[in-house]
């Protein structure tokens, strides 16, 4: 299907881009990627009258490491998969790595994934995990969010009308840290069934000393796994304890059934992810080399 017609206006600063949304109004929205917007477009699901596009707008597109990581927020799900500073935080390589298929990969920002708060995105539960920070511009200015304040609902954050993310900053873990993110998919260019992100540190007696879980879609927003990160908190991570996140994790999420599966093997997957997740999180942590993969089923 076609989309509604539309004006198209090239942004070429920051600044430019938020004055011309306040002058379109309600009617116009911001172009990144185009991944999930020109989709949502061609279902008429969305129908702006003016585009603003942020593609030509210089030195949007970074990863600079500086005590944490910061990403330009028109940063390439691809370019974060290839960066050798993005792979110092091995959760981030194993989200962009396997959002979808090359070209969704390479067209597709990371921070036109924050600001559509798709609950099936793979972005917030790592950028929650790892405690990510947002810079936006708007009319009244820059403000910096914590991504914890910033995702408010499905496809719902704390953006204001006409403001946009400028850049996502992680901090760099400390030693003896480790993470993983894995989501069960059906193929690749698809989203995800149910995932998990696992951010963790160790003491220096490997127990851990402190540790973030949050599952990605099962729930309307990514899902914070309390009961699992007390679990973990000052003890050995051992099969028995694994077991118990395990546990914690089922009883939290709130999986929907649908045309990716019933609730019920949601629930089981997301018990089953977290097992690996957390195996693959203390082994980093404990700095083995491992490498992780989406399952697909
Ligand atoms: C076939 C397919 C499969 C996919 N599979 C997955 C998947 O498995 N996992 C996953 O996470 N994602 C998946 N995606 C979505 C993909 O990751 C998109 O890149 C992402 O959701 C949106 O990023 P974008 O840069 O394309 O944004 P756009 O589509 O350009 O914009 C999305 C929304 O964000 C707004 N916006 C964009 N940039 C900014 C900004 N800087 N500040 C404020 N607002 C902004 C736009 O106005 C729009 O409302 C898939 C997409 C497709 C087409």
Known sequence: MYPRAFAYHRAKSYPEAVSLLG???????????GQSLIPLM?????????????????DTSFIRANGSLLFGAMTRHSEIAASGDAAR???????????????VRHMGTIGGSIAEADPTGDWAPVLLATGANLKTLGAAGERSLDISEFILDAYTTALQPGELITEISVPLPQ??????YIALKRCAPVYASASIAVQLTLNEDHTCREAHVYLGVLGLTATRVDAAEQLLKGQAIDDQLI???????????????????SAEYKRHAAGALAKIALQAAVRRARGEYVEVTHLYA
């Open 243 to 261: 077991e118990g996140v395990r546990e914690a994790v089922m009883d939290v999420a709130e999986p929907m059934s649908d045309m990716r599966g």
């Open 175 to 180: 030693p003896r840290s480790g993470g993983a």
């Open 23 to 33: 002058e379109l109004g309600e009617e116009a929205k911001f172009l990144a990627g």
């Open 42 to 58: 061609k279902l008429r699901l969305s129908t702006p009258a003016h585009l603003v596009d942020l593609n030509f707008i210089p």
């Open 89 to 103: 935080l091995p959760i981030l390589h194993d989200c962009a790595a396997g959002i979808a298929d090359p070209q």
